[in-house]
């Protein structure tokens, strides 16, 4: 089946909200994601719809949630991006050293796991980072929780290296969260 990968529209919200709760159901949720599912279904709509906004193509250039989408028009999977900047607030983990590209919500419907779409998104996530010019992004990073092997052993395959920074995973389990990193070539 062909997916078609693309940016997020402002209106659909109403999917950008399910996909989002869909994604917190998943098994791997606690390691994955950063809010529950409760908190997630309890943000109002007006969350949702800036959310949307704020990631779509015409949006203010700072994030970007790119989706996978079936023929159908049924969202199977989406990345987001996040542009960060030196002397920018530190949204999660540690400040940026560089003008840098976060990927942030990864997810993707088990039913299509292996089938090529994570890889799919991830090449237009990182393509659309290496794409800006001001700023120039050095490096694209994310985090992965040190017990999701799954998750870490793709971002290895796809070229993300880890950078040896771990910062504690949320809530207090004594728990890592480790920063991998994939480098600007050329």
């Known amino acids: 089946m062909d997916y078609v990968m693309r940016v997020v529209r402002a209106d659909e919200w109403p999917q950008v909200r399910q996909l989002r709760l ?14 529950s599912y409760e908190d997630a279904e309890a943000k109002p709509d007006v969350f949702w ?11 203010p250039g700072r994030v970007r949630q790119f ?5 159908d028009g049924e969202w199977v999977g989406s990345v987001t991006v ?3 900047s030196p002397d920018d607030e530190v949204r999660f983990g540690e400040a940026s050293p560089v003008d ?3 990927l942030v919500g990864v997810f993707v419907r088990p039913e299509v796991r292996g089938t090529g779409v994570t890889e799919a998104l ?3 996530a990182v393509a659309w ?12 990073r994310l985090y992965v929780h040190e017990k999701n092997p799954r998750a870490a052993g793709f971002y290895r395959k796809f070229g993300f290296v880890p950078s040896g920074r771990r910062i504690p995973a949320p ?7 480790l920063e991998y990193v994939l480098g600007r070539t050329g």
């Not at 809530?171 to 969260?177: L, N, T």
């Open 49 to 59: 719809q800036q959310r949307a906004a704020d990631a779509a193509e015409d949006g």
């Open 100 to 102: 840098q590209a976060h």
């Open 171 to 177: 809530g207090d389990r004594g728990e890592q969260e």
């Open 67 to 71: 989706v996978a989408e079936s023929p």
């Open 122 to 124: 991830f090449r237009e």
């Open 82 to 84: 996040l542009v960060e």
């Open 22 to 35: 869909d994604a917190l159901r998943d098994p791997a949720a606690p390691v994955a994601f950063l809010e």
């Open 129 to 140: 980072a290496w794409s800006l010019s001001a700023p120039r992004m050095e490096r694209v």
